[in-house]
């Protein structure tokens, strides 16, 4: 079994639509993130959060928001999803203290936004 | 603007031959620098690290070279082996410990 898991790992939905990619791990870590990927534009820092109570905007946050349920649980929401929401998206866990900054990924959750 | 650079989208190698990508950065608060490797339907894996404070690490077919004057690190694979074949992709952290920053990705083929 992964140790972060991203549902759904595919989904289709319509412009206006309410969507969340939900992700949990089982590695303990309390630093949480999530990304998008983009052909030709690598991985963009989407939030992150460092704690239960903590939640930061990366450097792409509009039209996103995120909640931190629990320390294994990290929500990402698209309140009214637009066709350039269109990407893979991955959820990403780091341990406090490890020095290099080292980020555990989860399998990618594809989101088609028609 | 972009501060972790991979400039070539993708590289053709054959197999046994040295793969070598690169990758520039702005930051000179960067204070690790990371390569991720990522296949098809997966999330990027981590592959190797440096710090800023060395300019070489080695890890079995994989070494990563720092010049930190130049603002350049790359990657080097040998030999070089089909299953190595995937999008690599160079990252940075600044010491404030905030997140990586990831670079665009290059494409890695190594033909038999």
């Known amino acids: 079994d992964a140790d972060v898991t991203q549902t759904p790992r595919n989904r289709i939905t319509k412009t206006g639509k309410r969507i969340m990619l939900e992700c949990s791990q089982t590695k303990g870590h309390d630093r949480m993130y999530w990304y998008r990927q983009d052909p030709g534009l690598g991985l963009r820092l989407i939030y992150y959060s460092f704690d239960v109570k903590d939640i930061n905007k990366g450097e792409i946050s509009d039209g996103y928001s995120v909640s931190r349920q629990a320390q294994a649980k990290f929500s990402l929401s698209l309140e009214s999803a637009i066709p350039n929401q269109t990407a893979l998206y991955f959820c990403?866990?780091?341990?406090?203290?490890?020095?290099?900054?080292?980020?555990?990924f989860g399998e990618g959750s594809r989101l088609t936004v028609l | 603007d972009q501060q972790v650079k991979q400039n070539s989208p993708s590289l053709s190698v054959q197999e046994g031959r040295i793969s070598i990508l690169n990758c520039d950065y702005t930051?000179?608060?960067?204070?690790?620098f990371l390569w991720y490797k990522k296949y098809p339907a997966e999330g990027p894996t981590f592959l190797i690290s440096?710090?800023?404070?060395?300019d070489k690490n080695e890890d079995g077919r994989f070494t990563v070279f720092l010049n930190k004057s130049a603002k350049h690190l790359s990657l080097h694979i040998v030999p070089s082996q089909p299953g190595d074949s995937a999008v690599y992709f160079c990252a940075a952290r600044e010491n404030s410990g905030y997140a990586l920053n990831f670079g665009k990705g290059t494409s890695l083929l190594v033909t038999p």
């Open positions: 440096i710090s800023s404070i060395k």
């Open positions: 930051n000179s608060m960067f204070d690790y």
């Open positions: 990403a866990t780091s341990e406090v203290g490890r020095n290099t900054g080292e980020l555990f």
